[in-house]
């Protein structure tokens, strides 16, 4: 299968959401499949619960399911590649205003995007990971290491320590909100 011949994936966004997680792009496994963070070897499902911010146990096949959670998800570009860096970054950079009219519509309490490389694309500029200073359409902005199995720069309690603190920031604004 081609990359042109793959779909991309719905968003997953309701107003008041809690936390909305920015992608870079789907993956050929997640566009094959049809569900976000799809490949076997991606942490992503198995951090969000881990860390909290789910109370039950989910896979791929329940992304549907994520607002119940008060969970969104999205992406900033929605064609589908191997990676990000099949991404130019002006294209990156285009996705920039269609996800902040999706923040803006539905006002989550934090939006974080999973990876440095995603923020940048998103902002145009380099972060650290964590917490951010801006905010964008009012929510407050933290960046997770990317799950993808290509980010093995992080171990998973690495990034779990990032997706508890994401936690505590989510808990800190509901309570705010």
């Excluded at 976000?36 to 909290?52: C, D, E, I, M």
């Excluded at 992080?154 to 994401?166: A, G, H, P, V």
Aim: glycine letters at 10%.
């Amino acid at each position: 299968m081609t990359t042109s011949a793959l779909r991309t994936l719905p968003d997953y966004l309701v107003s008041g959401l809690d936390l909305v997680f920015v992608g870079a792009n789907p993956g050929i496994t997640s566009s094959e499949q049809g569900h976000y963070y799809a490949h076997p070897q991606n942490g992503f499902w198995k951090l969000l619960h881990r860390s909290g911010l789910v109370d039950e146990t989910l896979t791929p096949t329940d992304d549907v399911r994520i607002v119940e959670f008060g969970v969104g998800l999205t992406d900033l570009v929605k064609r589908p590649t191997r990676g990000i860096n099949d991404l130019s970054h002006s294209e990156r950079r285009s996705g920039a205003p269609a996800v902040l009219a999706k923040l803006e519509a539905c006002q989550p309490h934090v939006v974080c995007f999973n990876g440095k490389e995603v923020y940048r694309g998103y902002t145009g500029h380099p972060c650290q990971l964590g917490e951010q200073r801006e905010r964008i359409a009012g929510a407050r902005v933290f960046v997770v290491p990317s799950t993808s199995p290509r980010n093995a720069r992080w171990s998973f309690d690495e990034k779990l320590d990032y997706f508890r603190q994401l936690k505590r920031l989510v808990d800190r604004e509901r309570r705010r909100g």
